[in-house]
């Protein structure tokens, strides 16, 4: 590179450092997070997750209890995502993490949906929007419930999960699978110590048979003490984990972006 000789050096010299100067700056990522209770605050894992970002992440956590993939639009949450993904500049990259599955269940009046016809395309069209306003579509199978059926653990979620992998490969998102994840993690725990994953310790009369360990997700966070839906601060931390193991293997550049460095 020639410079004129009548530049002064301190010129020279930032000429010469600014484009290494630029290359180390960087920035960040914006992370936002939908879903229903089992990822919200209070009582999923949504909040351990964005604890697990450098502090120069953007973490924000979206998701509502009692929420479908058809409530939580109608309700205009989901307008809320895309006004945020409209002003992304001050971010390299805007990852919107949906979790659903939950409510989507049958026999929940006006949150339920059509596992065939509803359903899937609720999640596809979740990706295809979000791609369309410049972020990246991450998909994320329901995370498991914890009740067993004698020694095996019951997932009832396992439909939902396999609608949400045919989503993604359909819509080219990225996958999560907490489902299958979580499910080995409880199943391998057994009954006693996956209890210790839930907001509080179950009662003694009902530590081996509760009369209703799956009670329907409330409409804010979980009313109920104990049950085995909702987590409370140990299962939030392990299952935020393996959804950042997840995101990684996934997406390996988000690893320097976690205060652990992406570790599994």
């Not at 979790?99 to 069209?125: C, I, L, W, Y």
């Not at 299952?239 to 992406?262: I, N």
């Amino acid at each position: 590179m020639k410079f004129p000789r009548f530049v002064p050096a301190a010129l020279l010299c930032a000429a010469v450092l600014s484009p290494s100067i630029h290359a180390a700056e960087r920035l960040p990522i914006r992370v936002i997070l939908v879903g229903d209770s089992t990822m919200q605050t209070n009582s999923g894992y949504g909040d351990a997750l964005c604890a697990r970002f450098q502090p120069e992440v953007s973490c924000i956590n979206l998701a509502k209890g009692g929420r479908s993939t058809a409530s939580f639009r109608a309700e205009g949450r989901w307008d809320e995502v895309q006004r945020l993904l409209k002003d992304g500049a001050n971010f390299s990259a805007t990852y919107v993490l949906v979790q659903f599955g939950h409510n989507d269940q049958p026999g929940k009046p006006g949150r339920s949906t059509d596992f065939v016809t509803e359903f899937p395309a609720n999640m596809a069209r979740y990706a295809q929007e979000t791609r369309l306003l410049g972020g990246l579509p991450v998909l994320v199978t329901p995370l498991t419930r914890r009740s067993f059926h004698g020694a095996w653990l019951h997932n009832d979620l396992a439909p939902w999960a396999g609608a949400t992998r045919k989503a993604a490969a359909r819509e080219q998102a990225v996958l999560l699978d907490l489902n299958a994840d979580s499910y080995a993690a409880v199943q391998a725990m057994g009954q006693q110590e996956a209890d210790t994953l839930a907001m509080a310790p179950p009662p003694s009369t009902q530590a081996a048979t509760p009369q209703d360990p799956n009670k329907l997700e409330p409409q804010g966070a979980a009313k109920t003490a104990f049950d085995r839906t909702h987590v409370g601060a140990k299962g939030a931390a392990l299952f935020a984990a393996m959804v950042e193991r997840e995101l990684v293997q996934a997406l390996p550049a988000t690893r320097s972006w976690f205060k652990d460095g992406g570790k599994p």
